[in-house]
């Protein structure tokens, strides 16, 4: 490992081992959200000064699990990074536990804090709280998984996923103070203050989502 980039055999072994079987997630869970948790894992890693090549590959693991079910995707994916012994290459098996450990810890309503640093980093990383994308992610999962859904439906479970999620009371926690995370939260919840604004973004995202799933 350099000092700014994890290993290059590393890079080239999760991109052509792991990274594609992301594509069976959808639009909401798929290579585009991966791709953006290992960009900001690996800043928020540098700023902390924490092993660039352990921040990569959690975050290249921590929505494997996704291939079984949603509610336990976390544990799914700590037990499948745990199980790949591939990754002895690169790590001792005390690193493995505590990436095991920080895959499992990244979920946003994990009841407790991730025990180390590295599951604050790929927790931080994960919130993808840019508030455009945090919307769209939102209208996606709905679309996805919920087909059956009317459009009114939709409206009412995007408002109440912000709610619980995002909103003053809501059940996410930022990890790493100075964030960017932490102006995007805000702005999220300034347009959840605004219902009417609130809904002209679900609009369009659920018109713009609704046909890229039906082309």
Same mark, same amino acid.
């Given at each position: !490992? ?36 290992? &960009? ?13 090549? !352990? ?10 699990? !996704? ?48 025990? &180390?640093? /590295? ?26 998984? /919920?087909?059956?859904? &009317? ?22 926690? %930022? ?16 347009? %959840? ?11 369009? %995202? ?7 799933? &039906?082309?």
């Amino acid at each position: !490992m350099t000092e700014t980039t994890p290993s290059l055999d590393l890079v080239h072994f999760v991109e052509t081992n792991i990274l594609p079987r992301y594509a069976e997630f959808g639009r909401s869970h798929g290579i585009s959200h991966v791709q953006r948790v290992i &960009s900001r894992s690996l800043v928020l890693a540098r700023r902390v000064g924490a092993d660039l090549n !352990m921040a990569y590959a959690i975050a290249a693991y921590h929505d494997i699990g !996704m291939n079984g079910p949603r509610a336990i995707h976390h544990i799914t994916g700590g037990k499948i990074l745990a199980a790949d012994q591939r990754l002895r290459k690169w790590f001792s098996t005390e690193q493995i536990k505590v990436m095991r450990e920080a895959v499992e810890d990244h979920r946003a309503s994990a009841s407790h804090a991730p025990r &180390s640093i /590295y599951g604050k980093i790929v927790a931080e990383a994960d919130r993808d709280l840019e508030p455009e994308t945090v919307f769209r992610r939102t209208v996606q999962f709905g679309l996805e998984n /919920y087909p059956e859904k &009317s459009r009114e439906e939709h409206w009412e479970r995007f408002c109440q996923h912000m709610k619980e999620k995002y909103s003053p009371q809501g059940y996410i926690s %930022l990890w790493i103070p100075g964030s960017p995370n932490e102006e995007y939260l805000k702005q999220i919840r300034s347009t %959840l203050g605004n219902p009417a604004e609130l809904k002209k973004v679900f609009d369009r %995202l659920f018109e713009e989502e609704s046909k890229a799933q &039906s082309s």
